[in-house]
């Protein structure tokens, strides 16, 4: 099945030395970048927020479901300009899956929604040019990649920061600075948990486009407080929490 | 978003509007989170390019006059800033510093047009000063429960013409229309014929029954005599409030309106209370038919009942404190009358006194007895010895009522306050005289006297007294130094400052540190200009001519007075119902943000009222 759909869109996956050639037009231009310079204040960089659902957290068994994007210009969070998608999964998929979150409403809006394939451009186009953070990138990016690879024989390519290594990372700092003592535990990695130490609000129901609000928050508060030690640039954000 | 929906509709003016406004407001947003101490508007800087609402920590508004900066507030969860500057398009006057760290939901210039272009609430609220907004809040407070007695006008509640008669048609005709007409009450055209004014007369069914049946006159009585002209009416424009206090405080049943002169209609109590099932009006009716003392004694309970429902109404709170007058008064007077009848007639003319916050009409739920006593200097010898076992008898009696004896003694069955009339001009004089501090204690009290019973007029003989304050600056000085003991709760940031007690931390005391301070204020202005009433608002609002307080400053304080007594009676109100013992402490983060933000500019008025008398007293001059 999946060869066939492939087939339709023309694409030659497991020919990676004909894959520049074979591109679409919107990978192509998101492959270009240009990407935002590290040297430059963080607030001068453009971000894309990023949470996905799954149907499960093994990228090679489970499906993406549910896609949400936040934008962050000049450091700033723009609710106009939140994106959204259900994703349809593979035929079996639907049928198949016990997960809580294929039941009920869930499942007649996936039945409805686009495909991966027909949701890609729009995504990427989104993606492009911009700083993209995700919380537990390994998930997001992973499943993220693993489509692009499937389908074009592609991957993402912008720098890319995860808020949780952040966390890690701010944590270990203040550990080594003795500003928490060392028995002190990591603090909560989980994204609600850490919105709510930073005294954030979190926003909702789990869903694709609440989490993905809750994490540009989390990152505009450690952005804020690492240039407060002195880190003001995309490049010291990208060293405490690059992926 | 539907949370940041959910978290706009929770403040003002958000609160107030329909849904779509919140949510444009929250699909067009963006969020910011600044560092602690970081400039998020700067004076003089570029005009704001959007409306900050404070989402989470608190921001200073620092005005900077001579190079020397002050913060002029401090704005908190929910309150927004930027507004001025963007609805002028013009620099900030005041810089914003975060004090905390901030998150803030940004409403861009476009929407926030938009808002106000739409929806007329929206502009109301970020053109009105502070001030404004605090009495929108109380008002808004007041339409939210049952508007019924506060909105409706009697005029609206007349169904008929009013039924006129002839002075000189005789009772039984009067009766007779009366069944026809199947109304309970006539209006009795008084010559000139055909013209009914204010001068006009009344007769009701309760008239024949209880002027002609039970005293036995004929049938054929002429009206003239049984009458009652002119009778009490009103204006056909009043609140249906204002109708019932009347009825209540006069004890009548039926009210004439007037609307260019003439009668136009009646009103009955039935009429206003048959939408209003708790009435203070059933009240009087409750005593007239309590025979003993175990009567009297479920009537604090009705009366506590009456005044949870005209709260719920949304009374203002210095109406209630009439109603609980008049209630209390009427219990009061009818102890007493009882007393008399048992210990035969008062040997000498004497007038019984209450005082503190029942002579100023503040009383609300239960509070302690203050009372004293005032008798004729010419009196035979048994007065004294009468007048004790009067007070003993009456005090015993309220005590028994539901009003406990008062703990520093300040009851007519304490020698001390059972004078004759000299004796008191003494004690008053001295206490302005010599203004210790056990002088201005008892002045604080005692000054605020009100007569409840009796037939020597107090005010002729007490009032000169007190005018001699109105010169004496040492002694209003004193007063006012007294007054600025306890500052009102703003911390140096001007958000308000909260005490711990025990385990128990965040907590305001409404009355110590907020309606005490007023009521203080008051009565120094009220001195200054030798006014003679003595409620907290009547004395703010007439004295402000000839004392060191403007119109607006007087205005501010009372709204604020009305303000943390609401707050404060609807407290003690919500304990009373838990089955707690009613305190003036509040949890201030237990408030509601419109509350919290009301106190937070009641006590401003009051720390501006203070700065006010600190100035005009030179208090920080005073020695000893």
Known sequence: MKFSTLGRLGVAPWLPWGRKHELPDFLRAYESGPWPDPQKPWREARYVVLDVETSGLNERRDSLLAIGLVEIEDGRIRLDRTWHTMIRPPEGLLVAADSIRIHGLMRNELATAPTFEEVLPALIERLAQRVLIVHVSRIDVGFLNRALKQHYGSKLHGPILDTARIAVTMHQRAQMLGAVSHDMPMPAIQLRGLASSFGLPVYGQHDALNDALTTAQVFLAQATRLAQQGKHTLKALLRSGGV | MDE???????????????????????????????????????????????LYLIRKGSVDLVHIQDGEPTVVDTLNPGEGFGHRSLIRNAPPVVAVHAQTEVLAYLVPANVFHRLCNEYQDFANYFSASSFDRLISA????????????????VRDLIRRPPITIRPDATVRQAAQVMRDENVSCLIVDLPPYGFQDANSGIITDRDLRNRVLANGLPDNTPLREVMTAPATSMPADSL???????????????????????????????????????????????????????DLR?????????????????????????????????????????????????????????????????????????????????????????FAKLAD???????????????????????????????????????????????????????????????????????????RARGNTIFLARMARAALRTPAPLTFFRSVALERR??????LDLKQRGTAIIVDLARIYGLEAGRSETSTVSRLRSAWRE????????????????????????SQRDQIANGEEPSNLVVFPQLSPLDQRGLKEAFQAIARAQRGIAMMFQTDRLIG
């Open chain 2, 4 to 50: 940041i929906v959910t978290f706009l509709r929770i403040y003002p003016p958000f609160d107030k509007l329909p849904v779509a406004a919140a949510e444009l407001a929250a699909s067009q947003a963006q969020i910011e989170y600044f560092a602690t101490g970081s400039t998020i508007l700067n004076a003089g800087g570029p005009p704001a390019q959007f």
């Open chain 2, 138 to 153: 109380a008002q808004q407070r007041q339409g939210s429960t049952a508007p019924y007695l506060f909105q409706t006008r």
């Open chain 2, 240 to 294: 249906a409030f204002e109708a019932l206090l009347l009825m209540l405080e006069r004890r009548i049943h039926h009210l004439p309106l007037i609307d260019n002169g003439q009668v136009i209609g009646m009103v009955t109590n039935t009429d206003i209370l048959r939408r209003q099932s708790s009435s203070p009006l059933f009240l009087p009716r409750q005593l007239e038919r309590a025979r003993g003392l175990d």
């Open chain 2, 298 to 386: 479920t009537y604090g309970d009705q009366v506590y009942d009456a005044v949870t429902g005209l709260l719920d109404a949304g009374a203002r709170v210095s109406d209630v404190g009439r109603v609980v007058a008049v209630a209390h008064d009427a219990l009061l007077q009818r102890i007493i009358r009882d007393a008399e009848e048992e210990l035969g007639t008062p040997p000498a003319p004497y007038a019984w006194l209450v005082l503190g916050s029942e002579g100023r009409y503040e009383q609300t739920l239960r509070t302690d007895q203050d009372n004293a006593m005032i008798y004729a200097d010419e009196h035979p010898p048994d007065a004294p010895e009468y």
């Open chain 2, 393 to 467: 008898i009456v005090v015993e009696r309220l005590v028994q009522c539901g009003f406990p004896r008062c703990t520093g003694d300040i009851l007519a069955t304490n020698p001390r306050w059972r004078q004759p009339v000299s004796q008191w001009q003494a004690i008053f004089g001295r206490w302005i005289d010599v203004p210790d501090e056990e002088s201005l204690l008892r002045a604080g009290i005692f000054f605020d006297y009100r007569q409840v019973h009796g037939k020597l007029r107090a005010e002729a003989v007490l009032r000169p007294v007190i005018q």
């Open chain 2, 502 to 507: 025990g385990d128990q931390k965040d907590l």
């Open chain 2, 547 to 570: 004392a060191s307080i403007s119109e607006v400053d007087a205005e501010r304080l009372i709204n604020a007075f009305e303000l943390i007594s609401l707050v404060r009676l609807r």
